[in-house]
């Protein structure tokens, strides 16, 4: 019987660098609750919840920097 041998990105067990970065940002995510609503709880000053527009440009420039940190830049 003849075995197939794949080779390049789409070998079985191969991981493309997105995916990778994906995961990367979700550990860090976890870690430092990036991207989760804050607790205002000191209770001095009124201060406005984080808007939502801002949480998505975080997460997005730590998954930019997620994959250029996976891709050596």
Known sequence: MEQLQQTGPF?????????IA???LRI???ATQT???SNTGT????SSPPRTEDHVEAML??????????EGK
């Open 43 to 46: 209770g001095f000053g009124v």
């Open 35 to 37: 991207g989760r609503p």
């Open 11 to 19: 070998a079985p067990g191969a991981r493309r660098n997105e995916d």
């Open 61 to 70: 420039d730590l998954y930019r920097r997620c994959l250029a940190a996976i």
């Open 28 to 30: 860090i995510a976890a």
């Open 22 to 24: 994906v995961d990367l």
